[in-house]
């Protein structure tokens, strides 16, 4: 047996983060440059992607900046040439891009039969086709070459494991996305080797851009009544920490998980545990 700690070092390879830009991809992508990965930093705001690429620089990290938009399928191609052409190969694909959108969640202004199918149409392809399919027919093509294998890493949620009230669009998207990881999961081990893995990362309550209208108040910075539940239905107490996916996040991308492809793992301070009695 290796050494039970060099299992989870990503020295020698390339991890791209699409969505890179955001709270979560940016830690993400640190986690795996202080691993020992290189890193190229992927966002659909190119002066994000720079900001995050430009700090892993001074930590040490060989980063790079692209731009990209993941419902593009020609922008993927782009942005898969350019991180080839710095970093020569790719080992990790974590796509944190996706998130919800007002249109398609219900409030006490826009019923459910009133949601807009513009709203539904943007967030069921923010997070499954530009969340996981797209990005892994251009990124997942190239790895399939690989004679070390790869690993493909997708954003599930909590949606996707108990449907939450309000955003129906955005747990439609989500569950797609689990039910994605293992079929992907499947069809890459049985058609392209068992070396090629797939796997999904489902966050708990986690403060970003996209549901901070929903968990706080926009004036005081208060829990709504929303997240005040949440927080009830939470047996850690807290939202989570954008630190708090790199463990979980490096297990995944690393040797320590060779023998684990398809699933989808909490990461979620016990909320998928906890009934509320």
Known sequence: MTDALAQFSLQGRTAVVLGGGGVL???????????????AVADLRREAAQGIAEK???EGVEASAHSVDVLDREALEKCLQGV???HERIDILLNAAGGNVAGATTSENLSFFDLPREGLEK?????LLG?????AQVFGRAMAGNPQGGVLLFISSMSALQ??????GYSAAKAAVSNFTGWLAVHLAQEYGAKL??????PGFFLTDQNRYLLTEEKSGQLTERGKTIIAHTPMGRFGQPEDLVGTALW?????SRFVTGIVVPVDGGFSAFSGV
Do not use: I, Y
């Not at 995944?252 to 320590?256: G, K, R, T, V, Y």
């Open 56 to 58: 892993l620089q001074k």
């Open 123 to 127: 967030v069921l392809d923010l997070n």
């Open 25 to 39: 991809g940016a830690a993400l992508a640190e986690g795996f440059g202080l691993a020992g990965a290189g890193v």
């Open 197 to 202: 893995r797939v796997n999904a990362l489902a």
């Open 252 to 256: 995944l991308a690393s040797d320590a």
């Open 131 to 135: 969340g996981a399919m797209l990005p």
């Open 84 to 86: 080839l052409e710095r």
């Open 163 to 168: 449907p939450l009230t309000r955003v129906c």
